[in-house]
Nanobody, 116 residues
């Protein structure tokens, strides 16, 4: 059974940093690209960033490029999102995603709130 468990969210002041983690199990993590998406209050899902299975290929949404860094540790089956220079508009539930065996899997999400 595929499981994705996010952690690391919280309340942070504008300009602050957070590091999100996504612990994966139930599939061969190192074989699959992974993504982070987010959902702000009252809005739809927004893609944030993706990383290739080897960790070299990365891509970012324009709104987070230069501030967020996606990475992965295939030995630990864990995906990360380092978020710096956070803004109030980064507030939302952050969820990791994998498409494996032709299905899309999601974690339960972790809340990030950027507020003074």
């Amino acid at each position: 059974e595929v499981q994705l468990v996010e952690s690391g969210g919280g309340l942070v002041q504008p300009g602050g940093s957070l590091r999100l983690s996504c612990a994966a199990s139930g599939f061969t993590f190192s074989n699959y690209a992974m993504s982070w998406v987010r959902q702000a209050p009252g809005k739809g899902l927004e893609w944030v960033s993706s990383i290739g299975n080897g960790g070299r290929a990365t891509s970012y949404a324009g709104l987070v490029k230069g501030r967020f860094t996606i990475s992965r540790d295939n030995a630990k089956n864990t995906l990360y999102l380092q978020m710096n220079s956070l803004k109030p508009e980064d507030t939302g539930v952050y969820t990791c995603n994998v498409i494996a065996q032709s299905r899309s899997y999601w974690g339960q999400g972790t809340q990030v709130t950027v507020s003074s």
